[in-house]
């Protein structure tokens, strides 16, 4: 029995080591190989092994540096006035052809989303959810809607609250005024909180944890 044991607790701890290894191996390769296929035709269409001496290695870090002065251009760009009028043009033109509307209008939300980041929230609530007596922390993201106030017949607050330790996704409420509890601590503070289910609060204790995981094994012990 006891060696069944020390073999399944092995093998539990076999695969932890192993799993991340193994998902970053496969996700490196998948990066490599979607960066390859957007290089390469940059680097046939420009012919860059002619000015590298036919290193093709050296052909394609130019042509990845070419591709992300043209994206920084791109984003200078679109900051302007008449950038802001060409891409609102692209956009519109983009939503008048079917299906491909749907997929750019997706990607284009989910872009922005990641863009702005968690400059939408405002501030940290607390909210009684999903009931009475048990708190989730949620992030204001505005002011609810009148036509939602008026039939609610009070001030509501447009509430996210997200999903520990994964932030991304989570529920959507529309919670009364009187019923958000408004927390005296940042956004980043909160979203820590929840990433980290509350091990680490603090710069501190993240520092801590951080130094924790850095450990050799038998110091867990």
Known sequence: MRVRQVLRNSFIAGLALLAPLVVTVVAMQF??????????????????????????????????????????????????????????????????????????????????????????????VMVEYPRDGVYSIGFVTGDGPEEAASAAGEQLYNVFLPNSPNPTGGHFLMVPEDEAHELDISVRRGVRLLVTTGIAESDEEMAELRAEADLPKSDYM
């Not at 802001?84 to 997706?106: K, M, N, T």
């Open 31 to 124: 990066l490599v190989g979607w960066v390859t296929t957007l290089i390469d035709p940059v680097v046939q269409g420009t012919r860059l092994t002619q000015y590298t001496a036919n290193i093709e290695a050296v052909a394609q870090v130019l042509a990845l540096l070419l591709i992300a002065g043209i994206v920084v251009l791109l984003g200078y760009l679109a900051q302007g006035r008449i950038g802001q009028r060409v891409f609102a043009w692209i956009d519109r033109g983009i939503g008048v052809v079917p299906l491909v509307s749907i997929v750019y209008s997706s990607v284009r939300q989910v872009a922005n989303a990641l863009t702005e980041g968690s400059n939408r929230y405002k501030r940290v």
